[in-house]
């Protein structure tokens, strides 16, 4: 990269939380030992159900709660005990946070403001972050006449203006609608290849997670239980949790030997970390089945497990079918299929079908 | 459609009634004022000499130096009383929003409290406290302005905690931190600044209950402008109702041009 003044914006800061505890009255453990270290410049999402402790590492991060045990270490530095205002980070609320009684421009400039900057540097430095938000024409705008998905872009602006050593935005996204939401979600992604800022992301949304970052946390009752890239953590769940939260999966009973599951009249290969030989559970990914009519013939002519159709859903871009497995004793799995949205209409409730596995690697966890 | 015009123009109708009536409820006392400090008792007839007397400040210095104390005590008490509720209720209010939201009822409480106790038992209570004031500060009256903090704080606390639930105090406040500021200016310039109003509100309730505060003045023998207005009723009715009139006209005009800078200032 090209030297600008700018150093620590234009080449990212390396991040360390090292077995970080936060305990809440009532000994509720938010965090439980969460380590996570976050390169230079990186874009990372923590992911997980309300309650993980996804905010509280943020906001730990951020200082805006002391940690109860752990280390915090930004840029070689250890900041546990250096409060918010010394910690220069650039920080992105899910609740509207522009002060009420700037115009977007001002409330750009604030941070600037308390770093001393004369008022030339403040205005041109706020007129480029506007810039690059795309609100240029809405400088002089207060925060009640703007939206919502205008002034969450103030907001990125005004926190990336004091050029921080990592940005934090804390489910910037969560109260716009559907399709605001997706658009800045994008141009979060643009904007922080282009300044380069070390970012931790928080969401509850596996899409918007999966969608932006550079790795992805997912955590569990204080804990990170896996760390990985998007495809990675999709592909290869280190754990039945992540499996389960990340995407849609089957949860089909099946028979495990020599590291392959039996299942849906075919094998499908495990990941580390499968259940041992025995009955077991193997989660697999709807589009990891294939469905054909019986009596077609045609794909599977191995044959594949027979089921019925409970429903067909056309989806838009995709297609869902819902089949139940015939069963010789007691009710059958139901499993999701997914198929191109104009082989839905081949598909009829109640319709035979027969499933088999594409064979994509799966995880098994025992059947208890 | 005719329907709904006469509904209309007998709503209007009923509601000119009604102002009209409240205008005449207050103003009449206020005219039978004027027309008491107008009236030659001696001569018979109409005199002004009354109101000539009380614009001639320096004569009214010098003839009644107990209202011109009292005038200038009270202007100085609504003044003391405004910015020590505001010094004590602002940051209080705001910290238990932020960081003790457990305390919030007992706040309450507390403020609410001067509410319940009547004038006189707070006089009662307040004079060992009182004691040490003068024995610490002195005499002055000025600080009769910390008993009335107290007296003011429920009406300021109700002010204030509409205010502070208008704004996201929370979020501003985090968001000012991390971009660098201090307690001291997330307060001075995040969080004052959008409770303008309900700054505003609370002062003005303080101001006009301090210009109009007779009972604890008077129990503690410090000499405020109702106090002096009592004393002078028992010697010249005339020219104490006069001043009475007066000091109402002036309150209206204060409380007037605060609104005034209030509106000013936000646009």
Not at chain 1, 107 to 133: I, P, S, Y
């Amino acid at each position: 990269m090209t030297a600008t003044p700018s150093p620590a914006a234009s080449r990212g800061t390396e991040v360390r939380l090292t077995d970080l505890t936060r305990v809440y009255p009532g000994n509720v453990r938010a965090l439980d030992g969460f380590t996570l270290h976050i390169a230079p410049g990186e874009f990372v999402a923590l992911l997980g159900p309300s309650g993980c402790g996804k905010t509280t590492a943020l906001r730990l991060l951020a200082g805006l709660e002391d940690a109860d045990g752990g280390t915090i270490e930004v840029g070689g530095r250890d900041v546990t005990n250096v409060p918010t205002s010394k910690r220069d980070m650039g920080m992105v609320f899910q609740a509207y946070s522009l002060f009420p009684h700037m115009t977007a421009r001002q409330n750009v400039e604030f941070g600037l403001q308390l770093r001393k900057q004369d008022k030339a540097t403040r205005h041109g430095r706020a007129a480029d972050m506007l810039d690059l938000v795309g609100l240029s024409k809405q400088a002089d705008r207060y925060a009640h006449q703007m939206s919502g998905g205008q002034q969450q872009r103030v907001a990125l602006a005004r926190a990336l203006a004091i050029e921080p050593q990592v940005l934090l935005l804390d489910e910037p996204l969560s109260a716009l609608d559907a399709k605001v939401r997706s658009q800045l979600r994008d141009e979060i992604r643009r904007i922080q290849l282009e300044v380069g800022t070390t970012t931790l992301f928080v969401t509850h949304d596996q899409e918007e997670a999966l969608a932006v970052a550079d790795r992805v946390g997912v955590m569990n009752a204080g804990r990170l239980e896996q760390l990985a890239s998007p495809a990675q953590l999709y592909k290869n769940p280190a754990t039945p949790f992540v499996a389960d939260f990340v995407g849609l999966t089957n949860r089909l009973h099946c028979r495990v030997a020599g590291g392959v599951a039996q299942v849906l009249g075919g094998a499908v290969p495990l990941l580390a970390g499968s259940a041992g030989d025995g009955l077991a559970i193997v989660l697999v990914r709807p589009e990891g089945v294939t469905i054909a009519p019986v009596g077609s013939g045609g794909s599977g002519g191995s044959g594949g497990a027979a089921a019925t159709v409970v429903s067909a859903s056309f989806l838009g871009a995709s297609g869902k079918i819902v089949a139940r497995l015939e069963s010789s004793e007691g009710v059958g799995d139901l499993v999701s299929v997914q198929v191109d949205n104009t082989d839905v209409t081949a598909y009829a409730p109640g319709q035979r079908v027969l499933l088999a596995p594409r064979g994509d690697a799966a995880l098994a966890v025992s059947a208890t | 459609m005719s329907t709904r015009h006469t509904e209309r123009r007998k709503r209007a109708a009923l509601r000119w009634t009604v102002i009209g009536l409240t205008l005449v409820f207050f103003l009449i006392p206020l005219y039978g004022m004027l027309e008491f400090t107008t009236r030659d008792l001696i001569n018979g007839g109409r005199t002004g000499k009354f109101w000539t007397t009380l614009v001639d400040v320096p004569q009214v210095t010098e003839r009644y130096p107990a209202l011109a104390e009292g005038f200038a005590s009270s202007m100085a008490l609504a003044l003391i009383t405004v910015v020590v509720m505001l010094l004590l209720l602002v940051p209080t209010m705001t910290w238990v929003r932020l960081r003790l939201p457990g305390l919030t009822r007992t706040v309450e409480f507390i403020c609410l409290l001067p509410l319940t106790v009547p004038a006189i038992v707070l006089v009662v209570g307040l004079t060992p406290v009182y004691a040490w004031v003068t024995y610490l500060l002195g005499e002055g009256t000025v600080w009769l302005g910390l008993a009335y903090v107290i007296l003011v704080l429920p009406y300021a606390y109700r002010s204030l905690d509409a205010g502070l639930r208008a704004i996201d105090v929370k979020t501003l406040s985090e968001a000012a931190r991390s971009l660098g500021a201090s307690w001291l200016r997330v307060m001075w310039q995040i969080v004052l600044p959008n409770l303008r109003t309900a700054v505003l509100s609370a002062s003005f309730l303080s101001v006009a209950l301090v210009l109009g505060e007779f009972t604890i003045a008077n129990l503690f023998s410090r000499k405020n402008l109702q106090v002096a207005m009592f004393e002078l009723g028992k010697s010249d009715g005339q020219l104490s109702v006069a001043v009475g009139l007066a000091s109402l006209v002036f309150a209206f005009v204060v409380l007037f041009a605060m609104s005034f800078v209030g509106r000013k200032e936000k646009s």
